[in-house]
Every structure is written in C-alpha cells, then in structure tokens.
C-alpha cells in the first residue's frame, strides 16, 4: 500500500508539473489591458497582491509576465496577416505612445520675406518649363537668355510714345533703365534676406574673431594665437615675426581627484605608492656601463695610446712635456710656437739643449 500511494503522488506531481508548463492561452483579468500595437507594448493596470509579492517575489514576477505576454500575443494573432515570399507575415499598425527621441527637435526654419508672402497667399512653386509658346510670334521663345531678348526685340520693333511726352524722349533706353533698376531692386532685397536670415540663425561659437570697434589685449593675443595655429603643423614650424613676443599656449585646467570619493580606488593608489617607495632600486643602464668599461685605460679593449696603467712617474713627465709644449691651451702657460726639450737637465744625465 505505502508503495502504491508514492508511485501515485509521483505520478501526481509529475501531472501538475506538465500542467504547469502547459498553461492555457486563455488569461482572465479584472480589468482589460491597453496595448499599442504598433510599439509591441502592453499596459497592466491592475491591483498587484503585496502579500504574494512578498512571500515569492521571483514566482509572482515570472507569472505575471507570463499572463500579460500571453494576452500581447493574442492580440496580435487577431491581425490580419500577409503572405510576402511564402512567408506568413502580420503588418502592425502605426504606434500611439510618443517616445523620447534620442536628439533634440529640430529648429524651425527662418522663413524669408517671399517664403511668408507665398505662404500667406497661397502660392505655391511649381516647375516651369524652359520655353513659352508666344502667339504672337507663333513660336517657342525660351524663358531667359540672348534668344529671349532677340524675340523681345523682335516682338517690340515699334514702342509706343506718349503725347504729352518730351521730344528728347527715347523710350527704348528708358525701358532698359527701368529693366535695370528692377534687377538692381531685386538683388538688394536678395542680400536683406540673406542678412536678416543670418541674424536670426547666427551660431554663438567660443571663439570669436569678429572685428571690434576697440579690441582688448586678449582679443588681440587670442586672434594671434588662433592664426599661429591655423597650419598643418598647428603652428610648431610656423616662423615668428620680427619683435613679436613669444605667443603663449592657452593651457588647460588640471583636474584633481575628489576630496570625497571611491574609497576603494583612493586605498589602491596609496598602496601603489607605497610599493614604489619600497621597492625603488636605481636603474642600471647596461649599454652605458659597459661602454663606461670599455673606455677605462686598464681595460683591453681600450683604444687610447697605451693598454697598461701608466706610473706616476711616467705621468710626471708627461705631465712636464705638456707644460714647454707650447699648446694652444693657455692653462699650462705655453707660449705658441715655443721650443720644445729646453727643460732643466735631469741628475745624471745629458742636458739636451745646444752646446756652447
């Protein structure tokens, strides 16, 4: 009997186990949640149960998940679906939750003069084509260029004079002056617009090099420096001017550690510290040590006159022969073209001199 009944709870636990990975699709909620589609969102309104929460916060979590996940995905199975290369596919509809952009806006554009007045009437710009057809002439004239003026001139062989008009009068320079201060009218109003639009729109820099009525010293050393620098090599072979004061280099501002900070990183440097002062040792140039070696005058790699270690007497008299040498070095007291072996005879020897 004991046997039977734990083979029975076994299977017992095994079925709900199953069950519970099996859940049904079906989900039931006090209150409906709101979905936005289009984002793949879903917003679960209802009372959370704080004493569950409390007692098993990672099952209580995971199933509630769970549930709201489901719904979502009901949801989207109820739209309608596309089939695009043999592949079954559900179009989501536009999203209603606003998100924040990773940028800021964009800034308006300054309208110009004209842009505000097509605006305002309605006009809009539409594509005109290169030639009109004159009825007149009964041909394609162009819009602009030498063709245009030719059939304008062809057009207008005869103008039309007023009969209160002066006799002087030439109506024909009179229209090309007015065709001319029309043009000169327009590229005024051109330039306004490129100047108020600039105004308006005018990007506030650090540095500033627009002229003054009086700029001060450190304008002027800061427009110095900035033009020094203006070079590929940023100024380090740009040669200065004559009676130019050396330009200094605007430094930057040394950052120091918080007084208040990591801990852990603050007892880290101390330590680093600690173990360079116990651990210095003075470093030993290899390369220079020997060299050092190879030159001493005992050693036998060296390349001066002798390899032995010279006497003290032998010194001496090198020392001597220096002295009545007559150097150019005016430490030994020599004379230029001075002779030498003039020196005291030594005892029992011959003196070298000459002979009397």
Not at 256 to 260: A, I, K
């Given at each position: 009997m004991m046997a039977a009944s734990i083979v029975q709870n076994v299977l017992l636990k095994a079925a709900e186990d199953e069950a519970e990975k099996l859940k049904s699709i079906q989900v039931d909620k006090v209150v409906e949640l709101e979905y936005d589609l289009g984002n793949l969102l879903a917003y679960d309104i209802?009372?959370?149960d704080v004493n569950q929460l409390r007692s098993?916060?990672?099952a209580f979590l995971a199933n509630l998940s769970r549930d709201n996940v489901q719904l979502l995905i009901n949801q989207i199975f109820q739209l309608p679906t596309l089939k695009v290369d043999n592949e079954?596919?559900?179009k989501l509809p536009a999203g209603t939750t606003r998100l924040p952009r990773a940028k800021p806006a964009p800034k308006e554009k300054v309208l110009s003069k004209w842009e505000k007045y097509a605006k305002e009437k309605g006009i809009t710009k539409r594509k005109k084509s290169k030639a009109t057809w004159d009825e007149e002439l009964k041909k394609w004239v162009p819009r602009f260029g030498y063709k245009k003026a030719l059939a304008e001139k062809e057009k207008n062989w005869v103008v039309e004079v007023p009969g209160n008009a002066n006799d002087s009068m030439d109506p024909i320079a009179l229209r090309k002056t007015k065709k001319q201060e029309?043009?000169?009218k327009n590229e005024l109003q051109r330039l306004r617009n490129i100047s108020a639009?600039?105004?308006k729109s005018k990007a506030k820099s650090k540095i500033s090099l627009e002229p003054t009525e009086r700029p001060t010293i450190d304008q002027l050393n800061r427009s110095v420096f900035i033009?020094?620098?203006a070079t590929a090599s940023v100024g380090k072979f740009q040669p200065n001017l004559k009676e130019q004061k050396p330009i200094l280099k605007s430094g930057q501002k040394r950052h120091?550690?918080?007084?208040?900070g990591d801990l852990k990183k603050e007892t880290t440097k101390s330590l680093d510290i600690l173990?360079?002062?116990k651990n210095k040792k003075p470093k030993l140039d290899i390369e220079k040590a020997v060299n050092r070696e190879l030159n001493q005058p005992g050693s036998l790699d060296y390349k001066g006159k002798g390899i032995e270690k010279k006497s003290k007497t032998q010194l001496k008299k090198d020392l001597g022969k220096r002295k009545h040498k007559g150097a150019k070095d005016k430490k030994f007291g020599g004379k230029k073209g001075g002779s030498a072996g003039r020196g005291p005879a030594k005892k029992g020897g011959k003196r070298t001199g000459n002979k009397n």
């Open positions: 209802n009372d959370i098993d916060k990672e079954v596919v559900i029309s043009v000169a639009r600039m105004q033009a020094h620098t120091f550690d918080p007084l208040v173990d360079k002062l």
